[in-house]
């Protein structure tokens, strides 16, 4: 755990991207929304209580590919509980370096997964790589601020690891992975324990299942799995609430 958080210091202190400068007045006049003067790791822009962190520049891809990862956070036993076919439509939203589409794909060899990535050089390499293995199925897709950009109706799994505490617009950004969802479709949460101090991640990159359920219900989702099996992380599973 003391690399762990040593190189973790090293990936946020020199590796973020500060997403939100320069707010609009229009911006700040939504309700959604308050803003404060940033914190470090934060981005300043506040909602539910809960200061939006900054986004990892794709240039810490080395730590996302580290060969301790999967020790370290029990990915292996996290993808084996990923609910999916082999037919199911995936969508792994802020996918980085596709450390978990990769590993994913042998699970869906029948179905597609969609590579959701807003950073530019982060696509290029999915698309490099998804050839290099010849996955087909996996499909790199440019999302954006408020929406991933995928077809509506169309995606049983919808999947962010360490992600969600990132998104700049977490309702826009709901609202259009709700439509993106098939009737009984789920979306995936994997996020650091923000209940527990051991968990040697900085403050804004952690979250407590509290504050989750409070935002994901609040846009339309009810809670189904509260997966306590990883190593640092939770696991959890939400649904369509109407």
Same mark, same amino acid.
């Given at each position: 755990?003391?690399?762990?958080?040593?190189?973790?210091?090293?990936?946020?202190?020199?590796?973020?991207?500060?997403?939100?400068?320069?707010?609009?007045?229009?911006?700040?006049?939504?309700?959604?929304?308050?803003?404060?003067?940033?914190?470090?790791?934060?981005?300043? $822009? &506040?909602?539910? *209580?809960?200061?939006? @962190?900054?986004?990892?520049?794709?240039?810490?891809?080395?730590? /996302? %590919?580290?060969? !301790?990862?999967?020790?370290?956070?029990?990915?292996?036993?996290?993808?084996?509980?990923?609910?999916?076919?082999?037919?199911?439509?995936?969508?792994?939203?802020?996918?980085?370096?596709?450390?978990?589409?990769?590993?994913?794909?042998? $699970? &869906?060899?029948? *179905?597609?997964?969609? @590579?959701?990535?807003?950073?530019?050089?982060?696509?290029?390499? /999915? %698309?490099?790589? !998804?050839?290099?293995?010849?996955?087909?199925?996996?499909?790199?897709?440019?999302?954006?601020?408020?929406?991933?950009?995928?077809?509506?109706?169309?995606?049983?799994?919808?999947?962010?690891?360490?992600?969600?505490?990132?998104?700049?617009?977490?309702?826009?950004?709901?609202?259009?992975?709700?439509?993106?969802?098939?009737?009984?479709?789920?979306? /995936?949460?994997?996020?650091?324990?923000?209940?527990?101090?051991?968990?040697?991640?900085?403050?804004?990159?952690?979250?407590?299942?509290?504050?989750?359920?409070?935002?994901?219900?609040?846009?339309?989702?009810?809670?189904?799995?509260?997966?306590?099996?990883?190593?640092?992380?939770?696991?959890?599973?939400?649904?369509?609430?109407?």
């Amino acid at each position: 755990m003391r690399n762990l958080t040593l190189v973790l210091a090293i990936v946020f202190s020199l590796g973020l991207n500060f997403s939100c400068q320069g707010q609009s007045s229009v911006e700040k006049q939504d309700t959604d929304y308050s803003y404060q003067s940033p914190s470090s790791g934060g981005i300043g $822009k &506040v909602y539910m *209580g809960r200061e939006i @962190a900054g986004i990892m520049d794709f240039r810490g891809k080395d730590w /996302l %590919e580290r060969q !301790s990862r999967s020790q370290e956070e029990n990915t292996d036993l996290a993808i084996e509980n990923f609910p999916v076919t082999p037919s199911s439509v995936v969508a792994d939203i802020g996918a980085g370096s596709g450390f978990y589409t990769f590993r994913v794909a042998p $699970k &869906v060899p029948n *179905g597609k997964i969609y @590579a959701v990535e807003i950073q530019e050089d982060a696509i290029l390499f /999915l %698309e490099e790589r !998804s050839k290099e293995l010849g996955y087909d199925y996996v499909v790199p897709t440019k999302g954006g601020e408020k929406s991933p950009n995928l077809p509506e109706n169309s995606i049983d799994l919808a999947f962010m690891v360490d992600v969600y505490h990132e998104l700049e617009y977490p309702v826009e950004m709901l609202a259009a992975i709700k439509k993106s969802l098939k009737p009984d479709g789920k979306l /995936l949460l994997i996020e650091y324990r923000g209940e527990d101090p051991e968990v040697q991640i900085r403050p804004h990159h952690k979250m407590t299942v509290v504050q989750i359920e409070k935002e994901l219900s609040a846009n339309g989702f009810k809670l189904v799995q509260n997966g306590q099996f990883m190593n640092i992380q939770h696991f959890l599973v939400f649904e369509k609430a109407d």
